[in-house]
């Protein structure tokens, strides 16, 4: 698994596993689209994905499911054109997910980022 190196020193150790599961499902997403890069886009499918965490059962409270999200990107973000590399960095936008979902954690003294705090960071 490749985490953007500047995101993986300051945070990746808070992250509780089911976040890290979210971001090794968001990593599959982007590579499956033939992305070459990381958004929020692939972040709200790892959630979704991952299935189990509070981030995911929040969003399945709410109405979303797997297979829409996934068409919904699909419509909005076109595939790529070429398989990515070995390394998919982080966009900016999903950066700014993971530092807010690292705050909502900090904020609530909690010791680690959870998918819940992922979902607040989106």
């Given at each position: 698994?490749?985490?953007?190196?500047?995101?993986?020193?300051?945070?990746?150790?808070?992250?509780?596993?089911?976040?890290?599961?979210?971001?090794?499902?968001?990593?599959?997403?982007?590579?499956?689209?033939?992305?070459?890069?990381l958004g929020a886009e692939?972040?709200?499918?790892?959630?979704?994905?991952?299935?189990?965490?509070?981030?995911?059962?929040?969003?399945?409270?709410?109405?979303?499911?797997?297979?829409?999200?996934?068409?919904?990107?699909?419509?909005?973000?076109?595939?790529?054109?070429?398989?990515?590399?070995?390394?998919?960095?982080?966009?900016?936008?999903?950066?700014?997910?993971?530092?807010?979902?690292?705050?909502?954690?900090?904020?609530?003294?909690?010791?680690?980022?959870?998918?819940?705090?992922?979902?607040?960071?989106?």
């Amino acid at each position: 698994m490749y985490v953007d190196a500047e995101i993986g020193r300051v945070m990746f150790h808070l992250f509780n596993e089911r976040s890290r599961q979210v971001i090794v499902i968001a990593q599959e997403e982007a590579r499956e689209r033939q992305h070459n890069y990381l958004g929020a886009e692939h972040l709200l499918l790892g959630l979704v994905g991952e299935g189990t965490g509070l981030g995911a059962r929040l969003l399945a409270t709410a109405g979303v499911r797997f297979e829409n999200a996934t068409r919904v990107i699909q419509q909005l973000v076109p595939l790529g054109q070429e398989p990515p590399g070995e390394k998919i960095a982080f966009t900016p936008g999903a950066q700014r997910t993971l530092e807010l979902a690292m705050t909502a954690s900090e904020s609530r003294r909690h010791t680690e980022i959870c998918t819940g705090h992922l979902l607040l960071g989106l």
